[in-house]
């Protein structure tokens, strides 16, 4: 019913053409790997896009921006509308992850100002929501991760706009830490994530995939992914190598 999504994400990492020359590899090496349940996405700074727009498609793999602007266009210097980044060859964008939330002060509304773009662009969102560790230990996880997909479904008005959105459940504390959630709590946490979902929009929740993000690598992917509410994964660090990437779609193609 619902196509898992792998998706890397390089955040600040290569340089473009050190990006194609990684993707020629790991097309290459894709090809000896099933791939053909699932669905495959690399989240890439935006310069890249141009340069792996032409390898991937015919790879099978989609591409993400990692940002967006909330603007269609005008005097907003330095950003990026989705317009281009659809122009340049993403069909996916990642908004509100806890980098920018952190670093670039975006709150929620400015994230659903973001979500809402990307639709308005034809672009599927992958909505980053997560909770820092001092939210979980004072037992507020799951009110701050409902609470941030709420403001963001504010932004989605048309259940179509809603139905395509992806939503990344991305513990903070589990980001680039090595740490990972485990695959209990990330089944329990994406559960509460489509019952808000069912709330909202009650014939779209079972559409939406719900991914986990954080320390996801070959060694825990098969667990997390083999949960009944997890479609998938948004993959850092592990991501950037080649073998690593190929080792957890194989764990996301034998989950399917
Ligand atoms: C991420 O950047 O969204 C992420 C989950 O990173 P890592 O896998 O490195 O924790």
């Not at 000896?32 to 727009?53: F, K, N, S, Y």
């Not at 909202?200 to 559409?207: E, I, Y």
Request: include cysteine; charged fraction near 25%; aromatic fraction near 4%.
């Amino acid at each position: 019913m619902r196509t898992p999504l792998i998706a890397g994400n390089w955040k600040l990492h290569k340089t473009p053409r050190e990006a194609v020359a990684w993707f020629t590899d790991f097309r290459a090496a894709l090809a000896d790997h099933p791939h053909d349940r699932i669905e495959v996405a690399l989240g890439v700074p935006a310069t890249h896009l141009p340069g792996l727009a032409p390898l991937a498609g015919p790879a099978g793999v989609a591409l993400a921006g990692q940002d967006l602007s909330r603007h269609d266009d005008g005097a907003h210097t330095g950003e990026i509308a989705g317009a281009m980044l659809a122009d340049a060859g993403a069909t996916y964008v990642i908004v509100g992850h806890s980098e920018r939330r952190a670093d670039h002060a975006e709150t929620d509304a400015v994230v659903r100002d973001k979500v809402a773009a990307a639709r308005r662009a034809g672009l599927t969102p992958i909505l980053c929501i997560g909770e820092v560790e001092a939210e979980r230990d004072a037992g507020r996880a799951e009110a701050v991760v409902l609470d941030q997909l709420r403001a963001a479904l504010d932004g989605l008005e048309a259940d179509a706009d809603c139905a395509a959105l992806v939503v990344a459940y991305e513990p903070v504390w589990a980001i680039g830490t090595g740490r990972t959630a485990t695959a209990d709590d990330a089944q329990t946490m994406s559960a509460a994530i489509r019952g808000a979902l069912r709330e909202a929009r009650p014939a779209l929740a079972d559409d939406v995939r719900i991914l986990y993000g954080g320390s996801m690598k070959p060694a825990n992917a098969a667990e997390l992914l083999a949960q009944a509410d997890v479609d998938g994964g948004l993959i850092g660090g592990a991501s950037l190598d080649v073998d690593a990437l190929l080792a957890i779609v194989d764990a996301g193609q034998a989950a399917a």
